[in-house]
């Protein structure tokens, strides 16, 4: 078992233990009537800080990566509590993976001034259940955003260090994505349309009947006319 949770400040780095070959990551939230729910993200980046390729993104929509080596797990809920998790293996990370972005997101129209309560945790997946955290980042301040860079784990001198970023992002997720290099599709789909059908001949309104049947002379209709000629 390892020892107690470093708490880190925004700003603040931590050298993980050499120990650790594999992380879990998770982002953990209060849940509470009116939360939106939250999804943890991670881009795997080379040394000029982008991704090579799109599938180098993992989130809701593309859970693994092509390695295997890092991916999602189900999200857990219990009374009050909700969190997203990735499980990342560190130490079987291809060398052209320098770090790792982990990234935070609600939904589209929704906002983290709802979400109370957020952390960024790292455990040591060898630790096991019951273990404490390696790290915990509270992240605080996060009003007027639909998505943060939570963090990064990154090499350094042939080990892992995670540094605590809070970076926030108005744009979404698609931002975030889009900064570290990631193709991101936002034009809607267009429905097909039908032709437009020729418009219709217009013909001229069909005679009254008063105009069919002129009036007797010296015969007057009473104000709202006979009863049977008008509907």
Known sequence: MLGMTEVMPKGSNAQLPAEVAAVRVVLRWQLL????DVDVSALLLTAQGRV????????????????????????????????DTLDVDLDRLPG????????????????FAAVGGLQL?????AG??????????????VRGCAALLCGELYRRSGGWKFRAIGHRYPSGLGGLAQDFGVTVDD??????????????PTTPP??????????????????????????
């Open 33 to 36: 009537p009116g939360t939106p």
């Open 52 to 83: 090579r390729e799109d599938a180098d993104f993992v989130f809701y929509n593309q859970p693994r990566h092509p390695t295997g080596l890092v991916r999602h797990r189900a999200k857990a809920r219990r009374p009050g509590e909700a969190s």
């Open 96 to 111: 052209w993976v320098d770090r790792l972005v982990l990234g935070a997101s609600v939904g589209d129209g929704q906002d």
């Open 121 to 125: 945790l790292l455990f040591d997946i």
């Open 128 to 141: 096991g259940p019951g273990a404490a955290a390696l790290t915990r980042f509270d992240l605080f301040d």
């Open 187 to 200: 034009e809607e789909p267009v429905a097909a349309q039908e032709p437009a059908l020729p418009p219709l």
């Open 206 to 231: 069909p005679p009254s009947v008063e105009q069919l049947l002129p009036e007797p002379a010296g015969f007057s209709l009473p104000p709202q006319g006979p009863r049977f000629l008008r509907p």
